[in-house]
């Protein structure tokens, strides 16, 4: 049980991140997106090499226990590709105008610092109200399965957990401000913007517990259990969703705050970082 509550623990950390982005919104007196796009490019470097380089060979290994070496690999790579299928269809639910991962200008995100911008704002517009809301049930969706994703590796490996937390958090950070950005300017209410941003990092926690929810009605609360196949397939579908979120949400975001190479050297770094962290751990 101590292993379940640092786990949700951790998920529940990478979830109040974009709260953490809609502060910074609020307090810095401008953005530093130079920041964000090292930050999200290392998020993608951290979680594409961990998911290649431990977590889906983890997937086979366990695997192979019940089946043949040959059948482990296939269903893995079943797994894997479910994995991908699954946040795709996720994506295909959200409509492209509520993009959560569409970038901010440096003007906008400059009126979230202003204390004297719309002050005591009592009507609210509703087409911007309904971009926020959008924005933050976008984020919402795509937060549930990073939750169980995130609770996963950290209920098998907690050093590994935290890797995979710290990068789903620097990742948050900028959609709570993609949040906050619609919010405020819809109501000039800042701390409603800074709500809905916080409920949007909420569903990870939510996203975990389903998780451990699964776990305890197919394993009997048994973790690790490696020779399930179930436990080989969860891990599988957990590296397809972080490959996912790290080619489809992450570098193309990174790149759109970034300029010149800040995008591949916040990747680099995060790979440098995570191979350095495995080879310890191990």
Not at 25 to 39: D, E, I, K, M, P
Not at 147 to 168: E, K, N, R
Not at 266 to 276: F, P, R, S
Request: charged share 10%.
């Amino acid at each position: 049980m101590n292993e379940v509550t640092a786990a949700l623990g951790l998920t529940l950390l990478a979830g109040m991140a974009t709260g953490i982005g809609s502060v910074i919104a609020f307090l810095a007196g401008r953005t530093n997106y130079r920041f964000l796009s090292v930050a999200t490019g290392f998020s993608a470097g951290v979680m594409l090499y961990v998911s290649f380089v431990e977590i889906l060979p983890k997937s086979a290994g366990w695997l192979a226990l019940r089946y043949d070496g040959e059948g482990a690999r296939w269903i893995a790579t079943a797994a894997f590709f479910g994995g991908l299928l699954l946040m795709a269809l996720i994506d295909n639910l959200i409509p492209a105008a509520e993009n959560p991962h569409e970038t901010h200008s440096e003007a906008e995100t400059a009126l979230l610092a202003d204390r004297s911008a719309a002050p005591g704002v009592k009507r609210e517009r509703p087409a911007l109200l309904r971009t926020g809301v959008f924005t933050a049930l976008a984020i919402t969706i795509h937060n549930f399965p990073e939750g169980m994703a995130t609770f996963t590796a950290a209920l098998q490996d907690p050093a590994l957990g935290v890797f995979i937390a710290a990068a789903i958090a620097l990742h948050n950070i900028p959609e709570g401000i993609s949040v906050s950005v619609p919010i405020f300017y819809a109501t000039g209410d800042r701390k409603k913007a800074f709500c809905y941003s916080l409920a949007s990092g909420l569903a990870e926690p939510l996203g975990a517990l389903s998780a451990w929810a699964v776990i305890f009605l197919v394993l009997g609360g048994r973790w690790p259990a490696a020779a399930s196949p179930f436990a080989g397939i969860l891990f599988g579908g957990v590296a397809g969703i972080m490959v996912y979120i790290s080619l489809d949400e992450l570098l193309p975001a990174s790149r759109a705050y970034g300029k010149g190479h800040d995008s591949i050297l916040g990747l680099v770094a995060g790979m440098m970082v995570m191979a350095a962290g495995l080879l310890i751990m191990n």
